[in-house]
């Protein structure tokens, strides 16, 4: 049954592909100027991102080979928000796994949308602050390293396109702007 998505209207819609992370769509539409055509659209599971800073503005990051880049990434703690949990747990449980860090204060920086023309994908964003630190418990031990440097430096990194992760990016330019300004204000 023909239905309308903004000012798209589709015909038909098929499921290509369906695991537990990802689905693939694809809509065979009537396009805005009145053509048809076709559209697909991938739908992930709903994430989080996390970055923990220090006292002394260390940042806290992964390195792990990434197979659908073909290369090692620099990112900041992500993973997928578990079915029935709350982001912020989900954040909690990421940073716990992944590098070991229990944090005492939490902030929200919002979500984003990393690719919105073909990709639905929201990422919520958290910095993690007071930090303590355990052993981690990764699902895929010894597949991810921490990585600490300065936020300057992380700020750098994302500026140079060291670290090109959409999420860390806009993760780290956030926590710099929002630790800038509340430095600036004490």
Known sequence: MPREKGPWRIEDSIQRFKSEWLEVCEDKVIRPDGQYGSY???????????????????????????????????????????DGELPETSAR??????????????????????????????????????????????????????????LHEAVQMVMDSTIKHAPSCVLILKANHLLHINKGSS
């Open 93 to 150: 449980r990421e940073l716990r796994e992944e590098l070991g860090i229990v944090a005492e204060r939490w902030t929200d920086l919002g979500a984003i949308h990393p690719l919105t023309s073909m990709l639905h994908s929201p990422a919520n964003l958290f910095m993690a602050q007071e930090l303590n630190f355990f052993e981690p418990d990764p699902q895929d031990a010894g597949l991810i390293q921490m990585v600490k440097v300065g």
């Open 40 to 82: 697909a659209t991938v739908r992930i599971r709903p994430g989080v991102s996390v970055l923990a800073v220090d006292d002394d503005d260390g940042v806290y990051l992964t390195r792990e080979y990434r197979y659908a880049i073909e290369e090692e990434s620099v990112e900041v703690v992500s993973g997928a928000i578990e």
